[in-house]
């Protein structure tokens, strides 16, 4: 089944790591642009829109860069 809504912890995290740039004084679309990744792209795999292995890579290491405590979002 096809999931059409958003669910609030993939929210959550995409506001947190947003505001983890923030507080570095940076921007999430700032660090994609930095590092070659389009940040619809970054927003979608945060979300949790898209699920594979690159997306969920490409989640970890924004979640890193964001410097944010992962496993406080569901992150292993």
């Known amino acids: 089944m096809k999931r059409n809504t958003l669910e609030n912890k ?6 947190r790591v947003k505001a ?9 679309g700032r660090w994609c642009l930095n ?3 389009s940040r619809q ?3 979608q795999a945060l979300k949790g ?3 594979g292995p690159k997306s969920t890579a490409l989640k970890e290491l924004i979640v ?3 410097g944010i405590d992962g496993e406080e979002n569901g992150e292993a």
């Open 64 to 66: 890193a860069a964001s």
């Open 49 to 51: 829109i898209w699920n």
């Open 10 to 15: 993939d929210i959550e995290l995409y506001t």
């Open 35 to 37: 590092n070659g990744v």
């Open 41 to 43: 792209n970054a927003a």
């Open 20 to 28: 983890g740039f923030i507080l570095q004084g940076s921007s999430l």
